[in-house]
């Protein structure tokens, strides 16, 4: 694992945004009630949103970080990063971060990055704008993380694995340098030997397999779900054993490189993959339920959305008034993963946004 820690960083606020239509599982027209019900049941998931054909991840975090800088009250001119983390951006090019910044109206001075990740997208992205906010000079010494997708849109409606587990949302966390901050301890890997684990096999010009006319065709898979080579093919045994191999093995050497306290630590904040994939990881860590909140029962995965939307909806009360010691993980697409230790205090947490 690569180990970081990072001083003077606190996260100051955190919000989330998703689309007003909701789709509900048991109205998915591939499954009876049946199979609706052992879907539900095995993967947490009643309920996803979905975005709209004119809505795109951007417009998601951009009403996210509205919210929360109104809410923080923050000066725009003082926020000198912003990074956005997703899958889905609004072009293969120019990347969308400018776009952002400039619609946000964030000063020209301010420093923009396009990271692409999916489920580890948080962690991977909190790791490095605490990373530059440690190194800014001059300047204001604050930051906007901004993470989500659209996951509806590349999975095909004829994939039982992939559609109905898959929500679209967008999420915006604060972060600002303070010498008050505690630290952050980050552990991260990665294995591209798994890319093929969960992928969209054709992609437009300049890619390894560029579109063509056949980038249409539906096929159907060797496990009898159609799809297209556009739409996310994921070969869920592997995701699943990856899952609970690497995430638990990642939690623990997080708290030992660290010298953590397993007990102290208030919540253990999971990516949402699955309800029974995670709760073999929170078996595997002997970590209370109670200490494990879930946010996939009305959102779905929300890729890197997922740990940011689970603090809005699940932990929001908490988040403003008191001090939680909290333990978040990542894991999935890339194959990615990291780990990550931090604490919050008094954080602003707008209610959750609709679009």
Same mark, same amino acid.
């Given at each position: 694992?690569?180990?970081?820690?990072?001083?003077?960083?606190?996260?100051?606020?955190?919000?989330?945004?998703?689309?007003?239509?909701?789709?509900?599982?048991?109205?998915?027209?591939?499954?009876?009630?049946?199979?609706?019900?052992?879907?539900?049941?095995?993967?947490?998931?009643?309920?996803?949103?979905?975005?709209?054909?004119?809505?795109?991840?951007?417009?998601?975090?951009?009403?996210?970080?509205?919210?929360?800088?109104?809410?923080?009250?923050?000066?725009?001119?003082?926020?000198?990063?912003?990074?956005?983390?997703?899958?889905?951006?609004?072009?293969?090019?120019?990347?969308?971060?400018?776009?952002?910044?400039?619609?946000?109206?964030?000063?020209?001075?301010?420093?923009?990055?396009?990271? #692409?990740?999916?489920?580890?997208?948080?962690? /991977?992205?909190? =790791?490095?704008? !605490? $990373?530059?906010? %440690?190194? @800014?000079?001059?300047?204001?010494?604050?930051?906007?993380?901004?993470?989500?997708?659209?996951?509806?849109?590349? #999975?095909?409606?004829?994939?039982?694995?992939? /559609?109905?587990? =898959?929500?679209? !949302? $967008?999420?915006? %966390?604060? @972060?600002?340098?303070?010498?008050?901050?505690?630290?952050?301890?980050?552990?991260?890997?990665?294995?591209?030997?798994?890319?093929?684990?969960?992928?969209?096999?054709?992609?437009?010009?300049?890619?390894?397999?560029?579109? %063509?006319?056949?980038?249409?065709?539906?096929?159907?898979?060797?496990?009898?779900?159609?799809?297209?080579?556009?739409?996310?093919?994921?070969?869920?045994?592997?995701?699943?054993?990856?899952?609970?191999?690497?995430?638990?093995?990642?939690?623990?050497?997080?708290?030992?490189?660290?010298?953590?306290?397993?007990?102290?630590?208030?919540?253990?904040?999971?990516?949402?993959?699955?309800?029974?994939?995670?709760?073999?990881?929170?078996?595997?860590?002997?970590?209370?339920?109670?200490?494990?909140?879930?946010?996939?029962?009305?959102?779905?995965?929300?890729?890197?959305?997922?740990?940011?939307?689970?603090?809005?909806?699940?932990?929001?009360?908490?988040?403003?008034?008191?001090?939680?010691?909290?333990?978040?993980?990542?894991?999935?697409?890339?194959?990615?993963?990291?780990?990550?230790?931090?604490?919050?205090?008094?954080?602003?947490?707008?209610?959750?946004?609709?679009?």
């Amino acid at each position: 694992m690569a180990f970081f820690k990072t001083e003077n960083v606190k996260i100051s606020g955190v919000s989330a945004c998703v689309p007003k239509l909701v789709e509900e599982n048991t109205a998915f027209p591939l499954f009876n009630d049946e199979e609706a019900k052992k879907f539900i049941s095995t993967t947490g998931v009643e309920r996803r949103r979905k975005a709209d054909n004119n809505t795109c991840t951007s417009d998601l975090c951009v009403s996210a970080a509205e919210a929360l800088i109104s809410a923080l009250q923050w000066n725009k001119d003082d926020i000198s990063i912003l990074i956005f983390v997703t899958q889905t951006p609004d072009y293969i090019r120019p990347a969308t971060s400018p776009i952002i910044q400039n619609r946000l109206g964030l000063s020209r001075d301010c420093y923009t990055l396009d990271i #692409s990740l999916g489920c580890s997208g948080w962690i /991977y992205g909190m =790791s490095v704008i !605490a $990373g530059l906010l %440690t190194r @800014l000079m001059g300047g204001g010494k604050k930051a906007l993380l901004l993470t989500g997708d659209i996951a509806s849109r590349v #999975s095909s409606i004829e994939d039982k694995s992939t /559609y109905p587990i =898959s929500g679209d !949302a $967008g999420t915006a %966390t604060a @972060l600002e340098y303070t010498l008050e901050a505690e630290c952050l301890f980050f552990g991260m890997n990665s294995d591209g030997s798994g890319y093929k684990s969960i992928i969209i096999n054709d992609g437009g010009y300049g890619f390894r397999n560029p579109f %063509t006319p056949s980038s249409l065709d539906m096929v159907v898979r060797e496990d009898g779900n159609i799809s297209n080579n556009l739409h996310t093919v994921m070969d869920g045994m592997e995701v699943f054993s990856f899952g609970i191999r690497e995430a638990p093995k990642s939690v623990n050497k997080l708290i030992e490189t660290f010298n953590l306290n397993k007990d102290e630590i208030d919540y253990f904040i999971l990516h949402q993959a699955n309800l029974y994939m995670n709760e073999q990881i929170r078996k595997k860590l002997k970590v209370p339920a109670e200490k494990v909140p879930y946010s996939l029962k009305d959102f779905g995965n929300t890729s890197s959305a997922s740990i940011p939307i689970t603090m809005v909806t699940q932990l929001h009360k908490e988040l403003r008034e008191r001090k939680l010691k909290n333990i978040s993980s990542g894991f999935g697409i890339g194959l990615s993963w990291g780990s990550m230790y931090f604490t919050t205090d008094n954080v602003v947490c707008p209610p959750l946004i609709e679009i």
